[in-house]
């Protein structure tokens, strides 16, 4: 409002007193009590008109281009003032935010927009003295005022037929003004010389749309059991507690394996396995004020719980399930494998070659200075 007040021109009595005076013609004709203020406002060259309601005061806005290219055609400038103060008088910009819900679904605002501008459309002409000139206010929106004279309104009409493809068909749905030749044929049904079958275009429509949705989802649903391990892998690397614990990987005193510089594979896949587990086991004591699960029949049960779609990790020299015990009244716990003999030890601490994870270790690293 402060733009348009600060670089528009206010219409009255002594200011472009004409355009005034079919302003105030039309408001009476419409039913207005007092007639909306109205500006207009040089736009650069854009085609365009509006209505506007601030404050409780309801207003106009005329972009000077589209009035002086229908100057010379009074009915078309009073098709377009009366559209726009058929917004007022419809009532379409009042009680705005009550509608701000369905403006929020797909497609459903889009709809009420274009019903406002048929109606609008139906004030328009209903001020004409000559009802075939008023419809050049539409024709100048379309070609322009230097070409407007020259349009055959039948042939442009027909281009209704080029709109019902399936994605043009959404593209209508979408905008928020119905085209100008609907609008056309909405105002002149003597203008349309083809009927047109709308159904096969709208059910096409809702087929590309459908397919939009249901396509992607079915994909997703066919590639998650094959994508989650992977997803679930990387963004383990992000959690803290994995990030602290790969630091406190050890062997069992005495191994062989304890100073190798280049571990071999099943080193590898048991310490990435065994970070995995310590993860779990973890995410348990956060939630359970340091409580531990209290064996490996109970860690490989969370397992599931929470990592369903990847598969439990295996001891690669075993073949099964890692070694888990809780130590100190249950305040720590090991995870271990078997080593390279392939046998867990029988007292639930790891043995000589064993890979283990102590969060009594990691404990004790992590407070020392």
Same mark, same amino acid.
Request: charged share 20%; net charge negative; glycine share 8%.
């Given at each position: ?6 670089? *528009?021109?206010? &219409?009255?009595?002594?200011? /472009? ?9 039309? %408001?009476? !004709? ?15 060259? $854009? ?40 917004? @007022? ?14 403006? @929020? ?9 274009? #019903? ?11 001020? %004409? ?37 399936? @994605? ?48 992607? $989802?079915?994909?997703?649903?066919? #590639? ?16 803290? %507690?994995?990030?602290? %614990? ?9 191994? +062989?394996?304890?100073?190798?510089? +280049? ?5 590898? $896949? ?19 004020? *340091? &409580? /531990? ?47 390279? !003999? ?8 790891? +043995? ?9 270790? #990691? ?7």
């Amino acid at each position: 409002m402060a733009f348009i007040r600060g670089n *528009g021109v206010k &219409l009255g009595p002594s200011q /472009l007193p004409d355009i005034h005076r079919r302003v105030v013609r039309i %408001a009476a !004709d419409l039913g207005f009590r007092e007639t909306p203020d109205a500006y207009v406002v040089q736009a650069g060259g $854009t085609l365009n008109a509006m209505a506007a309601r601030m404050l409780g005061r309801n207003f106009i806005v005329l972009y000077s281009d589209l009035i002086e290219a229908c100057e010379g055609n009074d009915e078309a400038i009073d098709f377009i003032v009366a559209h726009e103060l058929g917004h @007022l008088r419809a009532g379409h910009l009042a009680f705005n935010w009550l509608l701000l819900p369905g403006h @929020l679904l797909p497609f459903l605002g889009a709809a009420y927009s274009r #019903a406002c501008e048929y109606t609008a459309d139906r004030y328009g002409i209903s001020v %004409a003295a000559d009802r075939a000139r008023a419809l050049d206010g539409l024709v100048v929106l379309a070609a322009g005022g230097r070409l407007a004279a020259q349009v055959d309104r039948r042939a442009l009409v027909d281009q209704q037929r080029d709109l019902h493809g399936p @994605l043009m068909r959404i593209a209508h749905w979408m905008s928020t003004h119905p085209p100008i030749p609907a609008r056309l044929a909405a105002l002149d049904a003597g203008l349309e010389t083809h009927s047109v079958n709308y159904w096969p275009s709208a059910f096409a429509a809702w087929a590309v749309l459908l397919s939009a949705v249901l396509l992607p $989802t079915l994909v997703v649903a066919v #590639a998650m059991p094959y994508l989650g391990p992977a997803i679930a892998t990387y963004f383990e690397q992000f959690d803290p %507690a994995r990030q602290g %614990a790969g630091q406190d990987m050890a062997y069992a005193e005495g191994s +062989s394996a304890a100073g190798a510089a +280049s571990p071999g594979e099943a080193e590898r $896949t048991a310490t990435d396995a065994i970070l995995k587990l310590v993860s779990v086991v973890e995410g348990y004591r956060a939630r359970h004020q *340091g &409580l /531990l699960p209290v064996d490996q029949q109970e860690l490989y049960a969370l397992w599931e719980q929470e990592r369903s779609l990847e598969a439990a990790p295996m001891d690669p020299w075993s073949g099964e399930r890692f070694g888990y015990a809780t130590v100190d009244e249950g305040r720590h716990y090991f995870v271990y494998t078997a080593g390279p !003999d392939g046998f867990l030890a029988n007292d639930d601490t790891p +043995s000589a070659d064993d890979l283990y994870y102590s969060s009594a270790e #990691a404990a004790a690293k992590a407070s020392s200075p």
